[in-house]
Structures are given as C-alpha cells and as structure tokens.
C-alpha cells in the first residue's frame, strides 16, 4: 500500500513538472524575438519619372540573438525591383548578432502626379525577414540620430520628413504550408517613409514658357488691324499647334494618369483660350465686313484686355491651388 502511494505521488509530481515546463514553452513560443533595426540613407539618384522607378542607397543594421533570422540571408525588400548588398560585416560578441550592411536597391513606387511640378511624393522602403513571420520575430526601430544624409540625397528636390514604422503586414497565402489551417500569413515590417518636395520653380518656367509664349502670338493678333484676316488666322493657328505639341512633349516624360492633373489644366485653358481668339477674330471679320471698321477695332481693344485679364487671373489660382498642395 505504501510502495502504490509512493508511486502516485511521484506520477503526480511528474506530470505536474511537464505540465509547467509545455506552459513555459508554450509562452517562449508564443512571445517573438524582437530585432532592432535601423536605417541611413546616403543618396536616392536616378528617378525615371515614367517608369516609376528609382536608385536608393543606405546603411541598414539590425541587431538580434538568434542565429536562425540570419539576415544576410533572408533579407527582403519586398517593393525593390532588385537589390545588392556591397558591404557587410557581422559582429557576434555580446551574447548578440550585429549585422551592418550597405545596399543598393532600385525600387518601384507610385507617383502623384495631380500638381506636377509642384508635387510632393512619398517614398517607401520597407524590410521584412523571409523566413520568420511575426509569431518569432518583430522589429523595432533604432530611432536615434538622423536617418538620412541631406547633403547627397537628392538634387531638384527637398527632404522634408522621414518617418520609422513597424507594421504587421498579412500575407493571404499559406505559402504551401499545408500545416495552416487557413491561407494567412503575417510578418513584422519595418518601413521607412520619406516625404520629398520638388524645386519647381525653374522647372515650371522650362515646360511651360513655350505655352504661355504660343498663347501672346495668338493674343498679339488684337492689335494686328481688322481685315488682315491671314495674319490673324495664321498665327492664332500657328500658336495652337504650338500648344498642343508642348502638352505631347511634357506628356511624354510623365507617367500614365487617368486623372485631370496641372499640366493639362493650364493646357487646356491655353487652348481654350487661343480659341477665344480665333472666335474673337471671326467676329472682328464680320464687323469689317459690315462696314463698321471702328466698333471692330473697338471690340478687339475689350476682347483683349479681358481675356488676358481672366486668362492670368485663372493661371494663378490653378498654380497656387498646385503649390498649395504640395
């Protein structure tokens, strides 16, 4: 009777001890590693605005005590076109994995294009481990110092923020694990968002002075005299033509866009607005014709300063629209 209570008891404390240690084990499990990580961006180059692309270069470390993450190996950049990495030294000393790596990414983004060339764009970099969701492990930002280099980022355009995320991002695909119960994934994402401004105030002289001067050819016909009906007709003509090709060359380097953007904005109130003369002419015609040369040249004095009043009044509200925008 003894020897059966005896082994009882030790039955009992046995299944106890594995009870408590599967509940240690299931937290450990449970709870991910955390890896911090940090970023410095030494140059962004090579912007192909059509093509929604651009070159980015930084230092990236990560520090973490779990050999398996391995991020040389199972680094991702998951919005890069490609990447290399042309640097990278590891230190394991400390009970801790350090990993310093410079990379080299061509990355594809979306541009807004709505306030071109008084637009600000929004570029995103994230990074993620390939192999580990976020059950094992999650990112935190190293938050200290500056995250960028102002002086070799970018030419023609203005740095003005740079924000340190980390986000789960969810995956709907088991990735043919068929040990999940349902096609859903997440993993830990540190992301990295940089707002930049455009310098636009040269650039915006460069696209559109060829515009504004086809609009004064075909505004100079007003004070060309009434029945010098060639001479109005042509250059009214010649500087629609005129505008319509500037619009096809600045379209040409700019991105697709199914929405109403500046560029077509200002366009199509030049364009409008050199038919205006034309009708305006047509109508000085008919005047001459009828005889009455004075009210001809009468009306084209009005027409002209008219429309060339509400022709820059209009510019200017779409172009401070624009830059109040940005």
């Keep these: 009777m003894r020897k059966a209570l005896l082994f ?14 599967g509940g240690q084990d299931t937290v450990k499990a449970a709870k991910p590693d955390t890896v911090k990580i940090g970023i410095y961006i030494t140059s962004i180059h090579d912007i192909d605005f059509k093509q929604k692309e651009y070159n980015i270069t930084f230092w990236l470390w990560v520090k973490y005590k779990i050999k398996a993450f391995d991020f040389l ?14 640097f990278s030294t590891v230190d394991s000393s400390g009970g801790q994995i350090y990993i310093l790596m410079k990379i080299q990414a061509m990355m594809k983004d979306s541009w807004k294009i709505g306030n071109f060339p008084f637009d600000r764009q929004r570029l995103m970099l994230t990074v993620e481990n390939s192999q580990y969701d976020s059950a094992h492990l999650v990112f935190v930002p190293d938050t200290l110092g ?14 003005d923020s740079c924000e340190l995320a980390v986000r789960t991002k969810a995956y709907e695909s088991a990735f043919g694990d068929d040990n999940l119960t349902r096609p859903h994934m997440d993993y830990s994402s540190f992301r990295v968002r940089l707002g930049i401004r455009r310098d636009a105030g040269g650039l915006f002289w460069k696209m559109f002075l060829g515009m504004y001067i086809a609009f004064l ?15 109005r ?17 600045i379209d040409s380097a700019l991105p ?30 008919k005047l001459v014709t009828k005889g009455k040369e004075k009210k001809a040249v009468r009306f084209d004095m009005i027409a002209a300063q008219f429309l ?3 022709y820059v009044i209009l510019n200017c509200y779409f172009i401070y629209q624009a830059r ?3």
């Design 217 to 231: 050819i075909a505004y100079v016909c007003f004070y060309i005299h009434a029945d010098g009906i060639d001479s």
């Design 256 to 285: 697709e866009s199914t929405s109403f953007t500046l560029v077509d904005t200002l366009h199509g109130l030049t364009l409008f607005f050199i038919l205006a003369v034309i009708t305006a002419t047509a109508y000085s015609l």
């Design 73 to 86: 190996q199972n680094l991702e950049i998951p919005m890069a076109k490609n990447f290399t990495k042309s």
């Design 308 to 310: 060339l009043v509400v």
């Design 146 to 159: 500056k995250h960028f280099d102002p002086r070799f980022t970018l030419n023609g355009w203005t740095i």
């Design 8 to 21: 009882f008891t030790f039955f009992i404390f046995i299944a106890s001890s594995q009870a408590q240690a």
């Design 324 to 326: 109040k925008g940005m």
């Design 233 to 249: 007709f042509g250059l009214s003509v010649g500087a629609l033509f005129a505008v319509i090709g500037n619009k096809y060359i």
